[in-house]
């Protein structure tokens, strides 16, 4: 049975062909059309598999963008998908903390893909990557830079939490001659904290497993390893968790 | 008996001398060092009296910066004078809104310049000066023509409630073509609505004064009146209330 999970994120479409033990992908960003880039990236995931649509029994949307498109069979959450998907990827896994474009959400489970609680933070920019593409752009450097730049950097103590004011104290504190790579290293540090603060009110799991376009950076990743005191699991797909753990729902869905 | 209140707030450093029902006012930009900007503030305030510092018999500071200060005899919070402040120059206020550069407060009083209650937020740029000044630049235009340009204009519904995020739903309104002026209509409701939220755990007041430098912009006042159901006060001096009340505070103490 083949199925197809689509992750339609602020930043990037997320699409995941499953059959059987094998999966492909595509990631597109998202742009001002969720329906669109969805719509592609399925068609582009086909094309890549040599497939028809009606070759696909089921197809399960999720992310902020699920609710606009009208090619799926159903939408689930992203924080069941996101569980699901991050148990897939590392089995046992009983914490996920998942850092986006936008938001920031922690998810408890049992150890067995479902979720058992979570926290999220959708309303305000500190603690989600638009965090670092503020102090990204402030700094002059791309966000895909920062964990390269700050390797083996001392963290300056980055007092704001707030995004807009933390800008302010990034720049005053660059005028101050304080370097750029202890800068973004106190930038992974204060992202990390926070959401660790939103994971502290869950209680610490076990298998803590990082996803969402985040935890592609190693500085973050060393930071929340720090102050959660625990190891962190990243896998390269880590960023495909929510689109994946949709492909698995629907191979269910489909044999209900 | 002749003293002198000091303001250092986060952008502008206000200073008054008050000499029995007369006083006279400096208004100067805080900029990188609160101390000297106070100091020469100071200095000024005395040239224009035509007064020498032995003829101050008090001098009392206040605001963010106060602390940095080494020419005043003693320093009290910015509630303490804004109460103070507010009653002075409204007689008989009793719920003073003061939104600053980059804070907010809302203070309760007794109707006689006394501190009930308060609540204030300095962590987050949403619902202060800061907010209007992210807002104002994203359109191209200057803060202080924001309440010229909305006059009459409908307010769009600005969905986004933190800074961050607001920015970028203002750049995306404007691309679908909404007008600069419902925008910051909309800009200026959502900093009222974030500060009458405030108010509304204190319980609304008889008499509404607001202050700080955001009370010169109609276009907020009138949104605050709106959210509150009730008459808003402000006065020419409304940016100075803390200055005044430290001024007041430095007479009753060199009585003492
Ligand atoms: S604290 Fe800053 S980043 Fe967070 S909601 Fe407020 S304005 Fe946005």
Not at 25 to 54: M, N, W
Not at 77 to 96: F, N, P, S
Request: glycine fraction near 12%; aromatic fraction near 4%; include cysteine.
């Amino acid at each position: 049975m083949i199925t197809v999970g689509i992750d339609v994120g602020s930043m990037t479409t997320k699409a995941v062909l499953l059959n059987g033990h094998e999966w492909s992908s595509v990631i597109r960003p998202t742009g001002c059309s969720p329906r669109q880039s969805a719509r592609e990236a399925f068609d582009e995931l086909l094309l890549k598999a040599g497939l028809s649509a009606g070759a696909i029994s089921h197809i399960t949307g999720t992310g902020y963008g699920r609710i606009m498109l009208d090619f799926i069979n159903n939408a689930v959450t992203e924080i069941t998908c996101h569980a699901r998907g991050a148990h897939y990827l590392v089995e046992g896994t009983d914490l996920v903390i998942d850092i986006g474009g936008q938001d920031s959400k922690v998810i408890r489970t049992d150890g067995q893909g479902n979720v058992i609680d979570f926290a999220m933070n959708d309303k305000c920019a500190a603690g989600t990557g638009r965090f670092l593409q503020v102090m990204a752009s402030a700094l002059g450097a791309d966000v895909s830079e920062l964990a390269a730049l700050s390797r083996g950097a001392e963290p300056v103590e980055i007092s704001n939490m707030c995004t807009v004011f933390a800008e302010s104290e990034v720049v005053s504190l660059l005028a101050q001659g304080v370097t750029k790579e202890n800068i973004i290293a106190g930038i992974h540090r204060s992202v990390a904290r926070r959401v660790a603060a939103m994971a502290g009110r869950l209680g610490l799991g076990s298998l803590v497993t990082f996803t969402g376009g985040v935890a592609r950076n190693a500085g973050v990743k060393a930071f929340l390893a720090e102050e959660l005191g625990a190891e962190i699991h990243v896998v390269a797909a880590s960023q495909l968790a929510g689109a994946l753990g949709a492909a698995l729902l629907a191979r269910e869905m489909a044999k209900d």
